[in-house]
T-cell receptor, first 115, second 112 residues
Framework: ETGVTQSPTHLIKTRGQQVTLRCSSQ?????VSWYQQALGQGPQFIFQ???????GRGNFPPRFSGLQFPNYSSELNVNALELDDSALYLC??????????????FGPGTRLTVL | DAKTTQPTSMDCAEGRAANLPCNHS???????VYWYRQIHSQGPQYIIH???NNETNEMASLIITEDRKSSTLILPHATLRDTAVYYC?????????????FGTGTRLKVLA
């Protein structure tokens, strides 16, 4: 069983640039959630994709967007980067069925630094 | 979504039990309590979950009060590798498509 993987591990961008982060979900999972974690804070929910459609969004502006592909992998895109976007970006996969204990499994994260 | 409150930090001697409390006084009847931990900016790792009965697995035990308004995660014999931030989360039981609402968690330091 392959766990959740994310790429790249680290990334440095400058203000105003655009970035794409990638996530491969765990085998058998059809749901991907993205979180942003600023230094010293708990992860904050950005959005979730279930079977290729957005299924809920947190309090993030439209310049944060995403995709989920038929193989259930996912991308997070951030346009017009701001300094405050510097954070650890976490991807979590889960089975989006309705039968109970569908805990989320997290990837190692992508550390984004915006200069 | 129910919110949780946890102490900011705790210390525990190596080999002793670490008891991490969590308050979730607004929890609904269909919401589970989940515990995750995060070691030094890695991705959060699932530990255990429960609804109303006490639960135990190879990592920890979870004690939920009868009124379900609070719970305690117990690491029976803490080791240095258990030093991490521990998050208590509540989520609905009936859906796999949900968002976790993380607080700031409890920073546990296990001391040699």
């Amino acid at each position: 069983e392959t766990g959740v993987t994310q790429s790249p591990t680290h990334l440095i961008k400058t203000r105003g640039q655009q970035v794409t982060l990638r996530c491969s979900s765990q085998s058998g999972h059809n749901t991907v959630s993205w979180y942003q974690q600023a230094l010293g804070q708990g992860p904050q929910f950005i959005f979730q994709y279930y079977r290729e459609e957005e299924n809920g969004r947190g309090n993030f502006p439209p310049r944060f967007s995403g995709l989920q592909f038929p193989n259930y992998s996912s991308e997070l895109n951030v346009n017009a980067l701001e300094l405050d976007d510097s954070a650890l970006y976490l991807c979590a996969s889960s089975w989006g069925g309705t039968s109970g204990h569908n805990e989320q499994f997290f990837g190692p994260g992508t550390r984004l630094t915006v200069l | 979504d129910a919110k949780t409150t946890q102490p900011t930090s705790m210390d525990c001697a190596e080999g002793r039990a670490a008891n991490l409390p969590c308050n979730h006084s607004t929890i609904s009847g269909n919401e589970y309590v989940y515990w995750y931990r995060q070691i030094h900016s890695q991705g959060p790792q699932y530990i255990i979950h429960g609804l109303k009965n006490n639960e135990t697995n190879e990592m920890a035990s979870l004690i939920i009060t009868e009124d379900r308004k609070s719970s305690t995660l117990i690491l029976p014999h803490a080791t240095l590798r258990d030093t991490a931030v521990y998050y208590c989360i509540v989520r609905p039981a009936t859906s796999g498509t949900y968002k976790y609402i993380f607080g700031t968690g409890t920073r546990l330091k296990v001391l040699a």
